[in-house]
């Protein structure tokens, strides 16, 4: 962030007292807790950019252009073999990163949750609902889900968007349309 990690905590312990001294008494005032430095964050949510062969995951610069952020120093070691994972996969399947000043392409954000028993959760953010079905069939481990379903075991058919009759029972009422 362009400086050293204990002049932003002091620099934030002092605004929140200028901030609140007038509300608090200063007995009332603990030793600052703070957390690591980094590897921390097990959760990202990435703007998608750069190309079909090449895409980056980050975030938007000022010209609307993906800056890249998988070497990101924040994420904990699980999202960032992840991510790297993940870059791979995207090319491989094909999905065409959203391009915002021309309106095209497909694959809008990535949002990638990593749970401390190593398991991983990836959404795909799409311009278009068509798409999904598309991408869950060129990914064997992508499968289209019931939008409302908690069952990991229900499916929707891509066409109608209706639970399929294979897999109805899984499916509980409210999720079906």
């Given at each position: 962030m362009g400086q050293p990690y204990a002049l932003q905590l002091r620099d934030l312990?002092?605004?929140v007292r200028e901030t609140l001294g007038?509300?608090?008494?200063?007995?009332?005032?603990q030793q600052?807790?703070?957390?690591?430095?980094?590897?921390f964050r097990n959760k990202a949510?990435?703007?998608?950019?750069?190309?079909?062969?090449?895409p980056t995951f980050g975030i938007l610069d000022g010209d609307q252009q993906g800056v890249d952020l998988r070497r990101c120093g924040l994420y904990e070691p699980g999202l960032h073999d992840a991510l790297q994972t993940l870059t791979e996969q995207v090319a491989r399947?094909?999905?065409?990163?959203?391009?915002?000043?021309?309106?095209?392409?497909?694959l809008?954000?990535?949002?990638?949750?990593h749970a401390p028993t190593?398991?991983?959760?990836?959404?795909?953010?799409l311009r278009s609902p068509g798409s999904s079905a598309a991408s869950?069939?060129?990914?064997?481990?992508?499968?289209?889900?019931?939008?409302?379903?908690?069952?990991?075991?229900?499916?929707?058919s891509p066409r109608t968007r209706r639970c399929s009759r294979a897999r109805r029972r899984s499916c509980s009422p409210s999720t079906r349309r």
């Open positions: 312990e002092r605004h007038g509300l608090v008494a200063e007995s009332a005032w600052t807790a703070f957390g690591p430095e980094s590897h949510k990435l703007v998608v950019g750069g190309t079909r062969d090449e399947i094909g999905l065409v990163p959203y391009d915002v000043p021309r309106r095209t392409g497909e809008k954000h990535l949002v990638v949750t190593g398991a991983l959760m990836v959404r795909f953010v869950g069939a060129r990914c064997p481990t992508c499968r289209p889900r019931c939008r409302r379903s908690r069952s990991s075991r229900s499916t929707c």
